[in-house]
């Protein structure tokens, strides 16, 4: 595995830095350290009351990416580096030229719950409160927005109760619109380990896919997309004609008969599910005391995505079930610091520390605290809207930080052609390769996770440190910082003065103090005094944490941060999703997230193991819907609607209902040639809370009829492949690509030269004209630099074998496509801890090596680190073998 050659570092060999992991929600402690042999090394920290010590495949993989090849070193104005004061007074000057022509709300900033929350700090500080426009909004609008919302309808704030411990002390976990095993994978873990130590526990798993959550579920519900309140108000309504409600707990709580009469009304067969199956949860549920409800993106992302949420907070409340050991309904936040940026008021209509913009007292106390000049009385554009504007020139100047919206945004062709045509683009991120940075007028270079200081706060309320271990690459600097620098040269040199990232933090703490006062639960004014040293030394904790209240859990009391001080139940009456199937678009598109890549693959895709789960872009499609479709294994198929076209792999499997089917969101225009599936994707949103509805559009489907097949292998030169269809990776010796087209190449040697950047290479061919295969290896000096497989049919040659040989001697070996009989071809990797290919797994099952999950941990190690493969292991003895997954 190429790790990354040492740096220089703060690292001395035998110590380690404590910092938390810069992927998802979990928020594991990671010790960053150094191993034997001088290299940076990963390891989960046993402290850490996240993880106490657990990593999943992205955690363990952190040090492969830390590689600084494709890092942005200095700022660059319009392609041409620059240092940073010529590009940090561009952009204060034309900021302040937008802002003095067409007012403050022709600027924007798109920022992300990535940041961390120094960094959200500073860029809420500067667009609210100096700028005078709320105009800031994040991608957690594509993630949390709905859950927020819901929170604040309820609660009258936007808290999530419970803790991880719940998960593990209940006696019933309900996942809905949630694939835990995979995207929040050492939570998973914990649940896991708490059910194989009290079998009695139980799981329920509402998805309209069976996916690798549905491993130790008792049940799983394949919901009709959408179909999630429908459920909720069935139990609700359950709830209540058992007697199951918690009349005393009831007393806190308004709005019980208008909910009850809208969950009545509702239709409970829009769930898509059977009355026997509505009674199975129903039971489960009511009759077990100890729930916890959690729920992620199939609830929140969805044009009905908030009122899903008050259904499932209406049950919780109806029974007093919430805020409890074991109990409660469970919004996992899925980036590193979503948490944070809700805390810090990240989102265009917030304040810091749960205080609301449009709110008065609020206002005026927040100017008061920061002394601004000026601030918004309404919302800003939230990131749906704030396109459009940008597109329609409403917004002139925008500043795009730690986030891709050109791949994640829905409708992103129309978010591309926003920013191909804006006035004025800054964008900052750690490397210029991403579809995004590629537009920007202005680049700013950010340091990356291990290279700068901050605090970020988990699903649980848990604040921990990201510390720096590594020193940034060229000019680059911390978020926080840029932002600072932005703010004294628009004018404001006190407000934007501090020296160091512990005096935000220290400031933040003390705005919490004034947010506090105003009856604001988020309250960490104990640290506002912190000093540098008690920064670098914070240990993770879970707020509050203030002189009234420490930790814990909320709402369990009754009290609620609403006007009346009560819980609110919703009525919520079940909407599906907008767009309908039909005719001429018969498929409804899921999107979503695969095991071992985090969103646009800027950071995972950097580790090659990383790449070799799931290395094409997919489809999962039905066996009845691809018999139709005369699909067949190893085709590629077209999806497309008006917005646009996406190619992808087939992958048929009864994971998925008829006439839906699920493709991942990671691809961009960097890594494939047609995969960025939100340019299929309508930006229609949430009226409440913005949350555009990504999982809900409509597609048409076709086999995508490839003349002919390609596989091809190259080194560290990053090649540029040529073709309908291609997808572009990182290997362990260079880069690995599939590629597919229509019509043979009229020179596939010339093709390969140009792709592969090697003119003056010496190829050695082998055509096949009976079977249609050509098979080139381009070497230098006896050196194989590059080698490129083209058949009629899906290449079956053994991936890791070709990518192996890359650098090597042996050019012309490898044309033969098979490792020796003394090194089978191991797969594609299924165990990416312990990289265990599918080959080597389903040889152990079918000899009788191995007829259980541990024994093919005991043969190859699979599924012995982080754990996130068994699922897959169970699928593969499931199918494979004699005694079935339950040995
Ligand atoms: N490996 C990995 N982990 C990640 C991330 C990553 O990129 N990669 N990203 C992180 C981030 S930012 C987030 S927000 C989280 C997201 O974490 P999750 O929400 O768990 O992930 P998704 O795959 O987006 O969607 C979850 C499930 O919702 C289902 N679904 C679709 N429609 C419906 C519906 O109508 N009802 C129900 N009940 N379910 C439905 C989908 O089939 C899918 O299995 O993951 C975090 N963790
Ligand atoms: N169809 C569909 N679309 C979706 C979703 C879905 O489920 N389906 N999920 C949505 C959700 S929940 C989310 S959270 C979004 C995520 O989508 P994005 O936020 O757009 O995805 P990322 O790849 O995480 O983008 C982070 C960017 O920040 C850069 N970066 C990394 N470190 C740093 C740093 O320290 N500083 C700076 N300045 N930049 C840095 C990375 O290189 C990368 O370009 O996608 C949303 N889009
Ligand atoms: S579960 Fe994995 S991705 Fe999430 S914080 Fe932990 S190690 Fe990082
Ligand atoms: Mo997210």
């Not at 009545?264 to 059977?274: I, N």
């Not at 994707?681 to 009829?705: C, M, N």
């Not at 290479?761 to 000096?781: C, K, Q, S, Y």
């Not at 070709?802 to 797969?827: C, H, I, T």
Request: with cysteine; hydrophobic share 45%.
């Amino acid at each position: 595995m190429t790790s990354p050659a040492p740096r220089r570092s703060r690292l001395a060999p035998s110590e380690a830095i404590r910092t938390t992991c810069p992927y998802c929600g979990v928020g594991c402690g990671v010790l960053l350290g150094r191993d034997g042999a001088g290299r940076i090394a990963v390891k989960g920290d046993p402290d850490h009351p996240a993880n106490f010590g657990r990593l999943c495949s992205k955690g363990t993989a952190l040090a492969e990416t830390l590689g600084l090849d494709d890092r942005l070193r200095a700022p660059r104005v319009l392609g041409h580096e620059t240092g940073w004061d010529t590009a940090l007074d561009l952009v204060a000057a034309r900021f302040s030229e937008v802002i003095r022509e067409h007012g403050p709300d022709a600027v924007a900033f798109y920022v992300s719950g990535q940041l961390l929350t120094e960094d959200y700090y500073v860029a809420n500080k500067l667009m609210k409160g100096f700028i005078g426009s709320a105009n800031i909004d994040t991608n957690s609008r594509l993630c949390m927005a709905s859950s927020v919302a819901g929170h604040r309808r309820a609660f009258g704030t936007d808290t999530v109760p419970g803790l991880y411990a719940d998960l593990e002390e209940a006696d019933l976990v309900v996942l809905t619109g949630s694939n835990l095993a995979w995207c929040h994978p050492v939570l998973y873990q914990r649940l896991v380990a708490a059910k194989a130590a009290r079998p009695a526990m139980r799981v329920v798993v509402i998805d309209p896919r069976r996916t690798a959550s549905c491993d130790i579920a008792d049940l799983h519900l394949a919901v009709a997309p959408g179909g999630d309140a429908a459920i909720f108000n069935a139990l609700l309504a359950e709830i209540d004609r058992r007697g199951a409600t918690d009349t005393a707990f009831l007393r806190h709580v308004t709005g019980f008969a208008e909910a009850l009469a809208a969950a009545r009304a509702s239709d409970p067969a829009e769930s898509g599910l059977s009355p026997a199956e509505l009674e199975a949860f129903c039971d489960l549920w009511i009759g077990t005391p100890k729930v916890v409800t959690v729920y992620s993106q199939g609830i929140n992302q969805s044009s009905s995505g908030t009122d899903k949420v008050n259904a499932i907070l209406n049950c919780h409340l109806a029974t007093g079930r919430i805020g409890r050991p074991g109990m409660g309904p469970f919004s996992v936040t899925g980036q590193p610091n979503a948490m944070g940026g809700r805390e810090v008021g990240g989102l265009a209509n917030m304040l810091a520390c749960h205080l609301d913009l449009e709110a008065p007292a609020h206002r005026t106390a927040v100017q008061a605290f920061w002394d601004a000049p000026a601030m918004p009385e309404r919302a800003g554009l939230k990131a749906v809207e704030m396109f459009r504007a940008l597109g329609e020139g409403r917004i002139k100047a925008i500043w795009i930080i730690h986030t891709n919206p050109v791949v994640s945004m829905p409708e992103a062709d129309a978010v591309r052609a926003a920013l191909e045509g804006a006035d004025f683009v800054v964008v900052s991120d750690i490397t210029e390769c991403t579809d995004t940075a590629r537009l920007a007028h202005v680049l700013l270079p950010a340091a990356a996770w291990a290279e700068k200081e901050g605090t970020v706060t988990n699903s649980e309320r848990c604040i921990s440190r990201q510390r720096a271990a590594l020193p940034a690459p060229g000019s680059a600097r911390p978020d926080w910082e840029i932002l600072a620098e932005v703010g004294r040269r628009m004018g404001w040199p006190a407000a934007f003065g501090w020296s160091s990232v512990a005096e935000v933090f220290a400031e933040y703490a003390a705005l919490s103090g004034v947010a506090g006062a105003l009856g604001s639960d988020f309250d960490i004014s104990d640290l506002a005094g912190i000093d540098a040293a008690e920064y670098d030394a914070l240990a993770p904790f879970v707020w509050p944490r203030n002189a009234r209240k420490n930790g814990g859990r909320f709402f369990g009391d009754g009290r609620f941060h609403t006007p009346d001080g009560k819980g609110r139940m919703l009525p919520v009456t079940p909407r599906g999703p907008e767009s309908r199937p039909g005719a001429a678009f018969p498929f409804r598109l899921n999107t979503g997230r695969t095991r071992d890549q985090w969103h646009t693959m800027t950071r995972t895709a950097k580790a090659p193991r990383l790449n070799q789960h799931l290395g094409e872009p997919y489809c999962e499609i039905h066996p009845e819907d691809a018999a139709r479709l005369g699909l067949g294994a190893g085709d590629l198929v077209r999806l497309h609607n008006p917005l646009g076209a996406v190619i992808a792999r087939a992958a048929i499997s009864d994971a998925v209902r008829p006439g839906e089917v699920f493709v991942p969101m990671h691809w961009t225009a960097e890594t494939a040639s047609a995969a960025r599936i939100d340019t299929l994707v309508r930006a229609v949103t949430d009226p409440i809370s913005g949350q555009p509805e990504s999982k809900g559009s409509v597609v048409a489907i076709e086999r995508f009829a490839a003349g002919w097949h390609g596989f091809a292998v190259s080194g560290e030169i990053r090649p540029e492949p040529e073709a309908p269809y291609w997808t572009r990776l990182r290997s362990a010796s260079g880069w690995q690509m599939e590629l597919a087209g229509s019509d043979p190449a009229p020179d596939w040697e010339a093709l390969a030269r140009r792709m592969f950047g090697l003119p003056g290479a010496t190829a050695a061919t082998v055509t096949d004209a009976a079977r249609g295969t050509v098979r080139i290896a381009l070497h230098e000096d006896g050196v194989l630099r590059a080698a490129l497989f083209i058949s009629p049919r899906p290449i079956a040659v053994a991936r890791s074998h070709v990518v192996a040989a890359v650098g090597g001697p042996d050019a012309v070996r490898v044309l033969a496509g098979r490792p020796g009989a003394d090194a089978p071809d191991p797969g594609p990797t299924v165990c990416a801890c312990l990289n265990v290919g599918l080959n080597q797994i389903c040889a152990a099952i079918t000899s009788g090596q191995a007829s259980s999950v541990e024994a093919i941990g005991a043969a190859l190690g699979a599924g012995t680190s982080c754990g996130s493969c068994r699922p897959e292991l169970a699928a593969l003895l499931a199918r494979f073998g004699t005694k079935g997954a339950a040995a």
